[in-house]
Each structure stands twice: as structure tokens, then as C-alpha cells.
């Protein structure tokens, strides 16, 4: 009886092209019978519940139609297991047990996009003999949240079987405040217990996503938990329940949220609130609680003499993810060690606390206490400082900005997602107009101290990750290189100044595959020239 229930369950959703075939077999092979299976499809957020109702509904009344044919007792739906009701305490203790055993990594998840399956086709994979009578079937496929009066049909053409999900909020009041349906600060228990388990695994960022189980990000590669994917509604309560209330209202009027949180005994973190196909999504990067040094960073010493000029530009470079933030930190930290200076900081949001030592530290967060990187470099120029540094340089007026406090008497550390020192330089000169680029060029080979171009890199052993550098000291030959637009010799400049302190991004790569630190495969994706490791 199992096999006709799973038999007409399988037939009514490939006939209205709700999902798949392979999809469907996903959900079916790992549940105890159809009614099961539609609870974890709407968990997983693949149908709307009122779709789900209707479709329940034709399953039950082709099932009695198809027992009574044959004689046969309509089956009892199992109940399902105490573990699978989808409880905050039985998931919380789940959480408590999680292990880096219980993670697996993304390169072992199939991701299928089930808008290129032909359902047509699908449909006849299935054996005449076991063909049902449908006749009478009425149409069902999922629409967009919000629209739950919209008429129940087939549409036009073969939809995707995901369902995208607007955000739905309460109405505005006469102050133009959105009500919310969770109370500020109202934590998700389960959402606290990941972001917990994700410390204790030393994790690099923590994923709460609709219509996906929790997953991590360690050593640089996707895990992902035992766990059931989150329904929107769950994740939209865990996405607000870590703001206050003038961060709920921005987020649920803008959908998008950047900001930072601090736990007590925990941590800080990074936090990215987003609204997205499935639902609300939140994603944390966790920052270290202690400031980290050059050494325990793993970079050289050499590094150091950046922090001790008094003028000028100093850039920390690289992709996204590869801790360009925490070298930045790492310098500030040691100019506030050794130095007595005015130091500025404008970041979004602010990550690493310092506490003023021989310096004093002023931290300015954007857009809390600025409205942006370049307000705040404006002001900065008439706050006495003697180190500024910029989170981000995003766009021409803070490049510009940053340039111009260089030339003025400031020590100036940036960061820039760029992969090399020839790439740094050639996009700071781009982001200006052509009619400009030249004093720039003179402008910059005149301020700028030194690019650091780094990438994160997996280990060889598995346990963690290790830096590749790349170091640019702007020596004289080096600024003449910049003024007169020649910055394609710059690696053969580099490769033949070694011994003055420039370091080329491959060396570095050479140099960790001999210590035995990474394989020749990871060098080979960051490389400069990646035909040297084959």
C-alpha cells in the first residue's frame, strides 16, 4: 500500500509541475510516506502552505478513490517521529551535540535548479501499468506570498519550483514606523545556539538562510548542518530578533542591513540581515575578541615599518574573506603601542574594539555616527588626527580624500578588494576621469608607502588556513614606474628588488608549498602565473 500511496502523491505533482522528478524522489525517498514528505516541502519552503492544503486535499481523495477501486483499506499517514515536529528544544539539542562530524562540505551538496527539468518528460518516465486515472485532477502550482486570494491554475508556461517570498509587514503608522512582528531584541533560541556552536567550531561566518539547513563557512570552504532548512517565517523571526527597534524598521522598509553585534563572554560579530528568493536571510562573521599581531597572523615583521611612517598612503589589498580588516587592525594596534598620535578610524560597521593605549582612538562607524567614508574623511581633516583609517575606499570622493589627507601630513591605511599591487594601483588612477588621471598619477606616486595583497589559503593539513603576500615598498623606481603610467614593470621591478624588501605573490606561494603549508593545486588558484606550480 505504501508503493500506491507514494505512486499517486508522485503522479498529482509531476502532472501540475511543482517540482521535478528528481527533486521529487529527493523528498520522497527520505520520508515516511507523501503527508510527510509535503510537511518537509513546506518546511523547505518549495510550496506555500495553502498550496500544500490543496494539494493535500487531491492526494487524499485520488488515494480513497484508488483503495476503493481495488477494495483496499485507505493507509494511515504515520505519524511523524518526535524528532521531526520541528521544536525549538529538540533542534537546541541537536545544536548542543553538533561536532565538526556532523558538518559536510558544500562541494558534496548537488544544488539542482529545477526550472531546466522538462516535467513534461518526467511525467513519462513513468511506466504505463502504472498510470493513474487524472482526469478529474484540478491544477495546483505555488504562488507568490502576499497573493493567497489569487486563483489556483496552471500557468502558461512550465514554472520554477521555487516560490519567491516577499517580506510581510504590518502597516505604517502615522510616524511612517513599520510595525514588526518581533519584539526588539527578542533572540531566536535556536539562532543563539548556532551562533554558539559556530565559536565553539571556529567557524569564519555563520549562515541562518531561508529555505536552506544552517551552514558555516570554516577554513574557507561551506559546511553544512544535519539540520532541517529553515522555513521564512522561522528565519525572519531569528533575522530580527538580534536588532533593536530602529534597526528592525530599517531593515524591514529597506530589506537590507549591515551592522555589528557584541555577546559577552561570546564575542563580536559582523552581521548582513538581506531579504532574499526564499526569505530573510542573516549571515555573521565572527571577529576575533583580541586584537591579533603581525606574528600571530602569521605575517613578517618587515610589515611593521608601514606603521612608522608619519605621511603618506599604506593600502592592505585582496578578495573578499581573505582578512584584509584584521591586518589593518593588526597595524593599528601596533601604532597605538608605540606611538603617541591621534588615530581615526571610519569602518562599516566598526569590528575590531581598540582600546586607546599611547594613542587615542576614535572609531567611527558608518552609518551610525557618519553618514559616509567621505563625510567622515572630511571631518576627520579637522579633528587633529595624525592616522586615519578607512574600511573601505569604495568610490572616487573617498579615493580622493584619502590621496589628499595622504599629501596633507596624515598616515593613511585603506583597504581595496584588488588581487595584486600592479591591479591596486591601476584601479585607484581608473576610479578618476581620464581628464584627471594624470595628476593623480603624480599625486599617488608621490603619498603611497606600500601595497600588502594578501589571500588566505588552505592548508594542506586541513587545519585551517595560511597566508600568501604579496609587498610592495614604494621605492623611488617604484614611483617613477606610477608617474610615467608604467605600472605593467612593476612585477619585474619587484622580482629583481627582493633583497630591498619587495615580495611577488608567487614567491610567497613557493615558499608555503616548500614549508609543506599548502598543496600546488590551492597555489594554483590564487597564482599569479599559475603554469609555475604545474
Known amino acids: 500500500m505504501p508503493d500506491l500511496a507514494h505512486q499517486i502523491f508522485r503522479l498529482i505533482v509531476l502532472h501540475n509541475k511543482l517540482m521535478s522528478e528528481k527533486d521529487l524522489d529527493f523528498y520522497l525517498d527520505n520520508g515516511q510516506d507523501p503527508e510527510q514528505c509535503l510537511e518537509r516541502m513546506v518546511a523547505s519552503s518549495m510550496f506555500e502552505q495553502h498550496v500544500a492544503d490543496k494539494l493535500l486535499m487531491m492526494y487524499r481523495k485520488k488515494l480513497a478513490k484508488e483503495c476503493a477501486k481495488r477494495g483496499e483499506p485507505v493507509p494511515t499517514p504515520a505519524t511523524p517521529a518526535e524528532s521531526d515536529d520541528g521544536s525549538i528544544p529538540l533542534a537546541l539539542n541537536y545544536v548542543d551535540d553538533l561536532n565538526e562530524h556532523d558538518l559536510h562540505k558544500a562541494d558534496e551538496v548537488e544544488w539542482v535548479d ?12 513513468i511506466n504505463d501499468s502504472e498510470r493513474l486515472d487524472i482526469s478529474d485532477d484540478f491544477e495546483v502550482h505555488a504562488i507568490v506570498k502576499g497573493d493567497e486570494n489569487a486563483e489556483l491554475t496552471k500557468p502558461s508556461a512550465t514554472p520554477s519550483t521555487t516560490t519567491a517570498h516577499t517580506l510581510t509587514v504590518g502597516a505604517s503608522d502615522s510616524e511612517g514606523r513599520v510595525a514588526s512582528p518581533i519584539p526588539p531584541g527578542q533572540i531566536h533560541p535556536l539562532a543563539m545556539k548556532l551562533v554558539q556552536k559556530g565559536v565553539e567550531l571556529n567557524v569564519s561566518d555563520i549562515h541562518l538562510t531561508s529555505g536552506s539547513p544552517p551552514f558555516f563557512r570554516m577554513h574557507g570552504q561551506l559546511v553544512f548542518t544535519e539540520m532541517k532548512p529553515l522555513a521564512s517565517d522561522v528565519a525572519l523571526e531569528m533575522v530580527l530578533g538580534f536588532m533593536d527597534d530602529d534597526q528592525q524598521q530599517i531593515f524591514l522598509k529597506t530589506h537590507d542591513l549591515d551592522f555589528s553585534l557584541e555577546f559577552e563572554g561570546l564575542g563580536r560579530f559582523r552581521v548582513n540581515a538581506l531579504q532574499q528568493f526564499r526569505g530573510p536571510s542573516i549571515i555573521f562573521r565572527v571577529i576575533p575578541t583580541k586584537i591579533p599581531t603581525l606574528e600571530s597572523l602569521g605575517l613578517p615583521q618587515t610589515l611593521a615599518r608601514f606603521t612608522e611612517y608619519h605621511q603618506g598612503l599604506v593600502l592592505v589589498t585582496g578578495p573578499a574573506g581573505c ?9 593599528i594596534n601596533l601604532i597605538n603601542q608605540s606611538r603617541e598620535d591621534h588615530i581615526i578610524t571610519v569602518e562599516d560597521p566598526v569590528e575590531f574594539l581598540h582600546v586607546s593605549q599611547k594613542c587615542n582612538v576614535t572609531q567611527r562607524q558608518v552609518p551610525i555616527h557618519t553618514g559616509s567614508f567621505a563625510t567622515a574623511l572630511k571631518a576627520a581633516l579637522r579633528e587633529d588626527p595624525d592616522v586615519i583609517m578607512i574600511g573601505e575606499m569604495r568610490d572616487l570622493e573617498t579615493v580622493s580624500l584619502a590621496i589628499r589627507a595622504a599629501e596633507t601630513g596624515h598616515l593613511v591605511i585603506g583597504t581595496l578588494q584588488t588581487k595584486s599591487a600592479a591591479r591596486t594601483i591601476d584601479r585607484v588612477i581608473d576610479v578618476f576621469p581620464e581628464d584627471q588621471q594624470a595628476q593623480i598619477r603624480s599625486m599617488l606616486s608621490e603619498s603611497l608607502r606600500g601595497i600588502i595583497s594578501q589571500q588566505l589559503i588552505r592548508r594542506k593539513d586541513g587545519k585551517g588556513r595560511v597566508v600568501a603576500l604579496e609587498v610592495l615598498d614604494v621605492v623611488t623606481a617604484v614611483s617613477n614606474l606610477i608617474r610615467d603610467a608604467k605600472t605593467y614593470q612593476l612585477p619585474s621591478l619587484m ?11 608567487d614567491d610567497s606561494l613557493i615558499a608555503l608549498i616548500d614549508q609543506g603549508l599548502i598543496t600546488k593545486e590551492d597555489a594554483m588558484r590564487v597564482a599569479e602565473t599559475p603554469k609555475m606550480f604545474k
Do not use: I
Open 495 to 505: 622580482q629583481t628588488g627582493r633583497k630591498q624588501g619587495q615580495v611577488k605573490m
Open 114 to 125: 529545477t526550472s531546466e527539468h522538462d516535467t513534461e518528460k518526467d511525467v513519462k518516465h
Open 323 to 331: 582578512g584584509k580588516t584584521t591586518t589593518a587592525a593588526a597595524m
